[in-house]
């Protein structure tokens, strides 16, 4: 009983607004930092229809809003069907990068594929995506 009264009193101080207060305000916070960093243009798009077997090149463009430069690290598509390319050098502050996905559809219908993308900025890889209809 004694063990139960004690994890009841944790558990009403942890939640107390006492300890919310000592947290400090530095600034913005980690997230809405890297969240900023990259500014993309557009995060997906639909390309309508397009033929079998033709590639279709897919453009992601992006901006640069951080105040160092930004490095593409990784960009790793879903399907072995689409092949990648981007911005090989650092995206200075202020200036513009791209990731470009080709998609070689061989199966009619409607599709979509996803390209993951990590910078220098952030590990958690950013999901863009494409969609549209194979005819």
């Not at 006492?18 to 809405?32: E, N, Q, R």
């Not at 500014?39 to 901006?63: A, C, H, M, Y």
Request: glycine content about 6%; some cysteine.
């Amino acid at each position: 009983m004694k063990n139960l009264k004690i994890s009841a009193l944790l558990a009403v101080l942890a939640c107390s607004p006492f300890y919310a207060s000592t947290i400090s305000d530095g600034g913005p916070s980690l997230i809405h930092v890297i969240a900023d960093a990259v500014k993309w243009n557009k995060e997906s798009i639909d390309v309508g229809k397009i033929p079998q077997g033709k590639p279709k090149l897919i453009r992601f463009e992006f901006t640069n809003t951080s105040s160092k430069p930004v490095i593409i690290q990784n960009v790793a598509p879903s399907c072995g069907c689409t092949t990648a390319d981007y911005t090989k050098t650092p995206i200075q502050p202020g200036k513009k990068g791209f990731v470009e996905a080709s998609y070689n559809a061989a199966a009619a219908g409607a599709f979509m594929k996803t390209v993951n993308v990590t910078t220098s900025d952030s590990k958690t890889p950013k999901t863009l995506s494409f969609k549209g209809v194979v005819i």
